[in-house]
């Protein structure tokens, strides 16, 4: 997985939010906490010596528990809090994880000279901070993304944009790698979006996708395409 980009300040107020939280969970934590680690010292040698050394270089027991509150919350944020229903409706930021199916419509001309059309298969995980989205087209080919980001929008819903790196199973097609770049609109749980490559004919094309729902019949973009012969 990677970092992605947001066009918010969402992730640096959640970092100061989840910092105000930790303090206060420390102060009601602290008298409790106090007399834990005062038993644990009585207990274990160890620890009552570990407690006068870091008293002697100026570490608190009290600055070591809001990191250790803070490291808890925000771990838990990232893996998990962060896509659940009552983050979500602040932040708005669209949970992508999951496989996503459905079709897509190539400017690339086949021997029948028809634009290739095809099934695609489309896995992202994705966190807080990362996301790594792969792009399976049948047998055909696959496509991992190198970067990403997310614009996010209330009204039109989100944007996803990566770039990618492509490795073609076709030993007949001049470039068996190249790289490119997709931009997918995610609204109503769906994925629609373009694709652009650095490939010598200057392949291009469109792609539809729908969340963890098999697809029967291939999306039907043709009459949306303006066909291009490169």
Request: with cysteine.
């Amino acid at each position: 997985m990677h970092n992605y980009s947001l066009n918010t300040d969402y992730r640096k107020n959640a970092i100061i939010i989840i910092m105000v939280i930790s303090f206060i969970l420390n102060s009601l934590l602290y008298s409790p906490m106090n007399l834990f680690i005062d038993f644990l010292g009585n207990k274990i040698g160890f620890i009552s010596v570990l407690i006068s050394q870091c008293d002697k270089i100026g570490i608190s027991i009290n600055q070591v528990s809001v990191l250790g509150i803070f490291g808890i919350i925000y771990f838990l944020y990232i893996k998990f809090l962060w896509k659940t229903k009552v983050f979500k409706k602040l932040h708005n930021i669209p949970d992508l994880n999951g496989e996503w199916n459905g079709s897509y419509l190539s400017s690339y001309i086949d021997d029948k000279g028809q634009p290739k059309m095809g099934g695609c298969n489309v896995t992202i995980k994705q966190d807080w901070n990362k996301i790594s989205i792969k792009c399976e087209f049948g047998e055909s080919s696959s496509s991992y993304s190198k970067t990403a980001s997310l614009y996010v929008d209330d009204i039109e819903g989100s944007i996803l944009t990566f770039t990618y790196i492509n490795d073609s199973n076709n030993p007949n097609w001049k470039t068996r790698k190249h790289d490119g770049c997709n931009i997918f609109h995610c609204k109503d749980g769906a994925l629609k979006g373009k694709y652009f490559t650095d490939r010598d004919d200057g392949t291009h094309g469109k792609i539809q996708l729908v969340k963890t729902e098999p697809i029967n019949e291939k999306v039907n973009i043709k009459k949306e395409f303006n066909q291009k012969r490169i």
